[in-house]
């Protein structure tokens, strides 16, 4: 299938699901991860109504944006953010997904107001307790919460999380749900800058589970644009 059939595919595939779980298909938003995909696939992506590309390496994000390979869609940074390369990110995106600690939020925050701007971010929660990946654990959240109120360049749009591979559907509903609990529960404390109406979850293996389970914003890539070619050689960053 061509990746315009891809797109209008998922779109009703996000439809059906949020319909199943009694949800209004529109509160659920696809973001295209488009790491490792050209310009025209893109460009084709948006064409095709995706409104919202998310990009995983900055070394990528800065040479498409050369391009001009985004247009007509909003930009998010979904990858790994490295500390000394957030100048190349801020400013840059309407939204960092993946904000894992606080040196990082450090350095957002700094960033942000050197240029002038508040930053919409997401806190990344390692849901799964994986020693493998980044993230804070769901008991520092508060914590962090209570931190970042002191930092006026960033503005905390909800949380994101990548659970562990599952084998099977349904095998991530436990760590799906878990996040949820923890985007309901921000909203009960009233933070200047907070305010939990997004949560990111669900890639192409299960964005369907996630979003009986609350998601507001699922992650395709594969079931987009095709399988990646990791044996291909690939900019760093």
């Known amino acids: 299938m061509s990746i315009t059939e891809n797109v209008i ?13 009694g949800r209004d298909p529109a509160s659920i938003r696809l973001c295209a991860a488009t790491k490792m995909n050209g310009t ?22 800065t040479q498409k944006l050369s391009e001009n390979a985004y247009e007509g869609a909003d930009i998010h940074f979904i990858g790994h953010l490295q500390t000394n390369k957030v100048k190349q990110v ?26 002038g701007i508040q930053q919409d971010i997401l ?4 849901i799964g307790d994986e020693e493998s990946k980044s993230g804070f654990t769901p008991e520092e959240l508060f914590t962090i919460l209570d931190t970042a109120t002191h930092f006026p360049g960033i ?34 404390k009233k933070y200047d800058n907070v305010c939990s109406t997004v949560l990111s979850m669900g890639m192409s293996a299960d964005y369907r589970e996630a979003i009986a389970c609350g998601s507001t914003m699922v992650r395709i890539g594969t079931d987009i ?3 990646r070619n990791y044996a ?6």
């Open 225 to 227: 644009f095709g399988a």
């Open 9 to 21: 595919r998922i779109r009703e595939e996000i439809r059906k699901a949020a319909i199943a779980a």
């Open 90 to 115: 801020v400013g840059k995106v309407s939204l960092i997904h993946s904000i894992d600690s606080l040196h990082l939020l450090e350095a957002v925050n700094k960033e942000a107001l050197r240029q």
């Open 40 to 61: 025209p696939a893109i460009r084709e992506a948006i064409a095709a109504g995706v409104t919202c590309c998310g990009e995983n390496r900055v070394q990528e994000l």
């Open 123 to 126: 806190l990344e929660i390692n």
């Open 232 to 237: 291909a050689k690939q900019p760093q960053g």
């Open 155 to 188: 503005f905390i749009r909800g949380l994101m999380a990548i659970p562990p591979i599952c084998q099977n559907p349904g095998d991530n509903d436990k760590f799906f749900q878990k996040m949820y609990q923890l985007s309901v529960d921000i909203t009960a």
